[in-house]
């Protein structure tokens, strides 16, 4: 079965704290892809990552890294130096051939980060 | 700003009403996505249109009605809802539906919260 599982449902850390989101996903697919999106309170989802099952290498952009492993069938993303308007809800994402489609996503349930001053 | 813009943002009807969500994306995409996202469930895949053509029905109810009168535009059509059917109604677009594995990004407007009183 294709699957999601953000297991923290909501995470609350003060300004300045590093933060992982944890994201576990289940696939009978070889090739599939991986997505990190932010949705604020306004609503809107923004993508962040996309990352392809070939690609295990780690990703920087700026305070957000993201670690791919496929030996644990995981997609970890981490904000360093968290900041008040990171407070948003993080989806981890799936697709794939099993999942209906490459353009088909399977989303997580959501972690709620919730960064205090 | 976002590439996918949707309107209204919030919307209250009664269970009697007739009403539509509109979408429109700047992006110059192929394909176009109705999700639904409800408290109690995970973000939903309603309907995918392709060039105009709608290539995915995820067993939505007829009250849900959608019309994709060319690539750009994308509608919702509301009628004789259900107030579970209260959520927020997210819009996407990719630059195309396929079944390869060339996946894309897809990228979602800020959504339409609806509620049916």
């Known amino acids: ?117 | 700003e976002t590439g996918v813009t949707q309107t209204p943002r919030h919307l209250v009807m009664g269970m009697t009403n007739k009403k539509s969500l509109k979408c429109e994306q700047h992006l110059g995409h192929n394909a176009m996505y109705w999700y639904k996202q409800s408290a109690k469930k995970p973000l939903e895949l309603m309907f995918v249109y392709s060039l105009e053509e709608r290539v995915e029905n995820n067993s939505v109810p007829s009250r849900f009605s959608p019309e994709c009168p060319n690539s750009s535009h994308l509608f919702l059509h509301l009628h004789t809802l259900q107030p579970e059917d209260s959520a927020l109604y997210l819009c996407a677009s990719s630059q195309d539906w396929d079944q390869g594995i060339t996946g894309n990004t897809i990228y979602f407007g800020e959504g339409s919260w609806l509620t049916v009183v």
């Not at chain 1, 933060?19 to 989802?45: A, H, I, M, N």
């Not at chain 1, 993508?47 to 993201?66: A, C, H, K, M, T």
């Not at chain 1, 904000?79 to 697709?95: E, H, N």
């Not at chain 1, 996503?105 to 960064?115: K, M, Y």
Request: hydrophobic share 35%; proline share 3%; aromatic share 16%.
């Open chain 1, 1 to 117: 079965a294709q699957k999601v599982t953000q297991a923290q449902t909501e995470i609350s850390v003060v300004e300045k704290e590093d933060v992982t989101l944890d994201c576990v996903y289940e696939t009978r697919d070889t090739t599939y892809y991986l997505f990190w999106y932010k949705q604020p309170p306004s609503g809107e989802l923004v993508f962040l990552i996309r990352r392809n099952s070939f690609d295990e290498q780690n990703e920087i952009s700026g305070r957000y890294s993201w670690n791919f492993q496929k030996s644990t069938s995981s997609f970890n993303f981490t904000i360093t130096a968290s900041q008040v308007v990171d407070s948003a809800v993080y989806f981890c994402a799936l697709s794939g051939l099993f999942s209906g489609g490459y353009n088909k996503l399977i989303f997580g349930a959501g972690t709620r980060l919730a960064v205090h001053p």
